[in-house]
């Protein structure tokens, strides 16, 4: 189980980690977020849905970026960490 967390995180472009999975198992995360930073991967973690828990500091300590959970901020976290790009995002809003 563990080769094949290794050959998939190699082919990655990031790691995205929730938080919430980080809490039920440490230890299985831990595995990956070690394989991550030995292969020189950007790590994101997403912060419980619904702000019920916490972020463990062991978690937030290890990532390039802490982010909510929705899918703009994931899609702009995945461009900045995994492809360098800038997401200099504007909201349009349309006034009839």
């Known amino acids: 189980m563990k080769d094949e967390y290794i050959a998939q995180i190699k082919e990655c472009e990031a790691v995205v980690v929730l938080a919430s999975h ?3 198992n440490p230890d299985l995360v ?3 977020l070690d ?7 950007p790590i994101i ?3 419980p ?3 019920v828990t916490e972020t463990p500091d062991e978690l937030t300590q290890r990532v390039k970026e802490h982010i ?10 995945i461009r900045r960490q995994a492809r360098l790009e800038d997401t200099a995002r504007w909201d ?4 009839p």
């Open 45 to 47: 973690a997403i912060r």
């Open 30 to 32: 831990g595995f990956q």
């Open 49 to 51: 849905f619904g702000g």
């Open 92 to 95: 349009v809003i349309d006034f």
């Open 35 to 41: 394989v991550a930073e030995a292969g020189h991967k």
């Open 68 to 77: 909510e959970w929705n899918s703009r901020d994931i899609a702009d976290s």
């Open 22 to 24: 980080f809490i039920e």
